[in-house]
Protein backbone atom coordinates (compact mmCIF):
# COMPACT_ATOMS: atom_id res chain seq x y z
CA UNK A 1 0.00 0.00 0.00
CA UNK A 2 1.56 3.54 -1.51
CA UNK A 3 -0.36 7.18 -0.37
CA UNK A 4 0.93 10.41 -1.95
CA UNK A 5 0.14 13.13 -0.14
CA UNK A 6 0.61 16.34 -2.26
CA UNK A 7 -0.39 20.18 -2.54
CA UNK A 8 1.02 21.68 0.22
CA UNK A 9 2.19 24.73 0.45
CA UNK A 10 3.63 28.63 1.87
CA UNK A 11 0.02 30.63 1.94
CA UNK A 12 -1.09 33.22 3.80
CA UNK A 13 -3.46 33.27 6.99
CA UNK A 14 -6.98 33.34 4.79
CA UNK A 15 -5.71 31.16 2.01
CA UNK A 16 -7.09 28.41 1.00
CA UNK A 17 -5.33 24.88 -0.65
CA UNK A 18 -6.48 21.54 -1.49
CA UNK A 19 -4.52 18.44 -0.43
CA UNK A 20 -4.63 15.34 -2.09
CA UNK A 21 -3.83 11.77 -1.25
CA UNK A 22 -3.37 9.19 -4.25
CA UNK A 23 -3.88 5.66 -3.02
CA UNK A 24 -2.65 2.74 -4.74
CA UNK A 25 -1.82 -1.26 -3.86
CA UNK A 26 -5.64 -1.46 -2.24
CA UNK A 27 -9.13 -1.47 -3.52
CA UNK A 28 -9.19 2.06 -2.26
CA UNK A 29 -12.81 2.62 -2.57
CA UNK A 30 -13.26 -0.27 0.46
CA UNK A 31 -11.63 1.79 2.95
CA UNK A 32 -11.99 4.72 5.38
CA UNK A 33 -9.60 7.02 4.63
CA UNK A 34 -8.29 9.95 7.47
CA UNK A 35 -6.03 13.26 7.40
CA UNK A 36 -3.96 13.80 10.32
CA UNK A 37 -1.32 16.88 11.11
CA UNK A 38 1.47 17.28 13.12
CA UNK A 39 3.21 20.72 14.22
CA UNK A 40 6.99 20.98 14.91
CA UNK A 41 7.18 19.92 18.60
CA UNK A 42 3.71 18.51 18.82
CA UNK A 43 2.42 15.20 18.94
CA UNK A 44 0.24 13.84 15.69
CA UNK A 45 -3.76 15.24 15.90
CA UNK A 46 -6.69 13.97 13.79
CA UNK A 47 -7.93 16.72 11.63
CA UNK A 48 -10.70 14.72 9.56
CA UNK A 49 -11.82 11.09 8.15
CA UNK A 50 -14.54 9.83 6.05
CA UNK A 51 -15.98 6.42 5.33
CA UNK A 52 -15.67 4.50 1.93
CA UNK A 53 -18.21 6.48 0.19
CA UNK A 54 -17.38 10.08 1.61
CA UNK A 55 -20.88 9.80 2.74
CA UNK A 56 -19.90 10.03 6.62
CA UNK A 57 -17.57 12.35 7.56
CA UNK A 58 -16.04 13.47 10.84
CA UNK A 59 -13.47 16.59 12.11
CA UNK A 60 -11.48 18.02 14.18
CA UNK A 61 -13.37 20.76 16.41
CA UNK A 62 -10.44 23.01 15.47
CA UNK A 63 -11.14 22.06 11.69
CA UNK A 64 -15.15 22.63 11.64
CA UNK A 65 -16.66 24.70 8.96
CA UNK A 66 -12.76 25.69 7.35
CA UNK A 67 -11.71 21.89 5.75
CA UNK A 68 -13.92 19.58 4.10
CA UNK A 69 -12.64 16.23 3.20
CA UNK A 70 -13.96 14.46 -0.23
CA UNK A 71 -13.18 11.26 -2.11
CA UNK A 72 -12.73 10.08 -5.68
CA UNK A 73 -13.02 6.51 -5.76
CA UNK A 74 -12.41 6.39 -9.40
CA UNK A 75 -9.28 8.20 -9.23
CA UNK A 76 -8.18 6.05 -5.38
CA UNK A 77 -7.68 9.89 -4.24
CA UNK A 78 -9.10 11.51 -1.10
CA UNK A 79 -8.85 15.46 -0.73
CA UNK A 80 -8.67 18.02 2.10
CA UNK A 81 -9.53 21.39 1.30
CA UNK A 82 -8.61 23.63 3.26
CA UNK A 83 -9.71 26.98 3.92
CA UNK A 84 -9.32 29.81 6.04
CA UNK A 85 -5.80 29.08 6.61
CA UNK A 86 -4.39 30.78 10.53
CA UNK A 87 -1.15 30.30 10.84
CA UNK A 88 -1.59 27.42 14.29
CA UNK A 89 -2.62 25.68 10.74
CA UNK A 90 0.91 25.48 10.04
CA UNK A 91 2.06 21.36 10.20
CA UNK A 92 3.00 18.21 8.37
CA UNK A 93 -0.54 16.90 6.90
CA UNK A 94 -0.41 13.40 6.49
CA UNK A 95 -3.38 11.00 4.64
CA UNK A 96 -3.57 7.33 6.54
CA UNK A 97 -6.04 4.31 5.44
CA UNK A 98 -7.84 2.28 7.98
CA UNK A 99 -8.30 -1.41 6.68
CA UNK A 100 -11.10 -2.36 9.30
CA UNK A 101 -13.44 -0.10 11.22
CA UNK A 102 -15.40 3.14 10.78
CA UNK A 103 -14.45 6.40 10.92
CA UNK A 104 -11.85 7.13 13.74
CA UNK A 105 -9.84 9.93 15.14
CA UNK A 106 -7.42 7.80 16.68
CA UNK A 107 -4.29 7.45 14.91
CA UNK A 108 -3.30 3.81 15.87
CA UNK A 109 -6.85 2.67 14.83
CA UNK A 110 -5.41 3.63 11.06
CA UNK A 111 -2.39 1.39 9.03
CA UNK A 112 -0.88 2.85 6.37
CA UNK A 113 0.35 6.36 6.34
CA UNK A 114 1.73 8.43 3.23
CA UNK A 115 4.95 10.82 3.71
CA UNK A 116 2.76 14.39 4.21
CA UNK A 117 2.73 17.31 3.30
CA UNK A 118 3.83 20.64 4.50
CA UNK A 119 1.51 23.44 4.90
CA UNK A 120 2.94 26.99 6.35
CA UNK A 121 0.70 29.51 6.91
CA UNK A 122 2.13 33.17 7.18
CA UNK A 123 0.15 36.29 9.26
Known amino acids: VQLQASGGGLVQAGDSLRLSCAAS????????MGWFRQAPGKEREFVSA????????IYADSVKGRFTISRDNAKNTVYLHVASLKPEDTAIYFC?????????????????WGQGTQVTVSS
Open 96 to 112: AVRLVGGVSQNPRAYDH
Open 25 to 32: GLTFSLYV
Open 50 to 57: CNWSGAST
